[in-house]
């Protein structure tokens, strides 16, 4: 493996800038080592063909003199679930196979006038749904850390591309830990930020009140780098917050310094421990909570009695607004159309739709559309939505007593690709100590916490920060990344078996 593929966004970027080395030298680095691991991994639906001749116009530009922003030449993974104009934008499903966008995702285009150079568009779970990436049309997604597991999902594919070192940064969404989830199982760091803090213009939506784009790195000063670039107001998304957000980058090196830690009042929710994580999971958060408190922080117990209940709200809510979001794709505007001879609108619409859609995406549909139905809407997606009025109230009381709240960020480490398949209840388990953040529209943030001690395999630990402080994730992030790097003596993927092309 190239020397190049081993560095962070934030060395790569020094290096390109002090011309050390040419973004076109990076990108064929990366995409040598796409070539080299993805036909076991399957990160990538889509490589782009454009990749080099992208890097070579960044590296005429600098040669002129032109002063690049910090990213420019370094290679960056899109979720497939990211409209973009030279590749295909497919959210894993059929029924968008093929499909060709008439403009960029509004984070999409500001990677490129950053000049990131994009290597691809990656696997996900079908729109999004589901926690193992094994619901994508184009088959599963495997973990690099063990290619028998899952690397989370929906965005399986852009957190294994990141741990792969097939790419130095991706882009995702989160709507109930796609994101985080991920990040957890693959030794990575994943950023969820304030609901409308990062445009979702040009992200297809499955729920229009949960979903999320952010950053995927393997550092937290590379996500803040990232998230710098993305983040921001943009008129062409309704529900974009106008703010002055600070630099996320900066936040991050503030961080590493350790200072933040002093004083710093950390909540762990007594709700998301116990029953139902995997005992080497909370041991290695515990451990991470201890090292916290070590260096200065203090450490509160808190109750968030209505967490318990967020699973249920938000796979009520989500299939709700799925199966409105989800009604555009009729085979009359775009998207595959099945022929009826002699058929209906109608009949083209359903044959369609039951070829197009999976499994996983017809029930949740069948499920929205129910809960939305005369005579159940009040008693299931009205009861949803005071639940997560409840649980919104459950973070403001807890953002009284500390400044931030930790949790495990999934109940265990990564599982075995088809243990869960046919169980959805089980899998959407997964997501329990991710879902609360989503419903409550604040940021949140999954950096590694080491190895499991009975499966050897990565656990994460959650950040979660009052809306609008992603900047305080950024810095007691970094703070702890920083303590267990020297505890460790090397960043966790440093010690994953595909660092030099293995897999276990």
């Known amino acids: 493996m190239s020397d190049l593929t081993k560095l962070t966004a934030a060395e790569l970027a020094a290096s390109l800038a002090s011309g050390e080395v040419s973004s076109v030298e990076a990108t064929e680095a990366h995409l040598e080592r796409i070539r080299a691991v993805d036909g076991d991994v399957h990160a990538f639906l889509h490589v782009n063909d454009a990749a080099i001749d992208v890097a070579r116009g960044i590296d005429e530009r600098r040669g002129a ?13 899109i979720k497939d679930v990211l409209v973009t104009t030279d590749m295909p934008s497919t959210s894993g499903s059929k029924i968008l196979e093929g499909y060709m966008s008439p403009y960029d995702a509004t984070v ?10 994009a290597l691809g568009k990656t696997n996900m779970d079908e729109f999004a749904m589901g926690s193992s990436t094994e619901h994508s049309a184009y088959g599963p997604t495997r973990n690099p850390w063990d290619l028998d597991r ?37 030794g990575t760091v994943g950023v969820k930020p304030t609901y409308g803090a990062v445009s979702r213009y040009g992200s297809i939506a499955l729920a229009s009140s949960l979903d999320q784009i952010g950053p995927v790195a393997r550092t937290v000063l590379d996500a803040g780098l990232l998230h710098d670039v993305i983040g921001g107001h943009d008129p062409h998304d309704a ?19 350790g200072e933040v830690l002093k004083g710093l009042r950390v909540g762990v929710v007594r709700e998301l421990t116990g029953t139902g994580f995997q005992a080497s999971v909370e041991e290695s958060f515990r451990a991470s909570v201890a090292l916290l408190e070590a260096h200065g922080a203090e450490v509160v117990e808190i109750s968030a009695p209505h967490f318990e209940y967020a699973t249920a709200a938000y796979y009520l809510i989500l299939p709700a607004e799925a199966s409105s979001n989800l009604a555009k794709f009729d085979s009359v505007r775009f998207g595959m159309r099945v022929e009826v001879p002699g058929g209906t609108v109608e009949d083209v619409m359903s044959a369609t739709r039951d070829a197009g859609f999976g499994p996983e995406v017809k029930r949740r ?13 009040d008693a299931y997606y009205g009861s949803a939505q005071k639940v997560r009025t409840l649980i919104q109230r459950d973070f403001a009381d807890a953002f009284d007593k500390v400044d931030v709240i930790a949790t495990p960020s999934a109940p ?24 609360p953040a989503n419903l409550a529209g604040v940021p949140g943030i999954s950096v590694p916490s080491g190895l499991a001690s009975d499966d050897g395999l990565p656990v994460g630990i959650q950040f979660l920060a009052p809306a609008y402080e992603d900047a305080r994730l950024y810095r007691v992030s970094a703070a702890l990344e920083a303590l267990l790097v020297d505890e460790w003596g090397a960043p966790l993927l440093d010690r994953a078996p595909v660092l030099n092309g293995e897999a276990r």
């Open 150 to 186: 899952i690397p989370g999902g929906s965005g399986g594919g852009s957190a294994a591309a990141v741990a792969a070192f097939e790419a130095p940064l991706a882009l995702g969404s989160d709507t109930g830990g796609s994101i985080r989830q991920p990040a957890h199982v693959t």
């Open 108 to 117: 999409v285009q500001k990677a490129r006038e950053a000049g990131l150079v």
């Open 412 to 435: 265990t480490t990564a599982f075995r690709l088809g243990e869960k398949l046919d169980d959805p209840l089980a899998m959407y388990a997964n997501d329990l100590a991710t879902i």
């Open 365 to 377: 549909i069948i499920l929205g559309t129910y809960a939305l139905s005369a005579g159940y809407y």
């Open 65 to 77: 003199g032109e002063q690049l922003p910090e990213l420019a030449g370094v290679p960056l993974a």
């Open 239 to 257: 529900t974009s917050l106008a703010h002055d957000w600070p630099s996320f980058a900066a936040a991050a090196r503030e961080g590493a310094t």
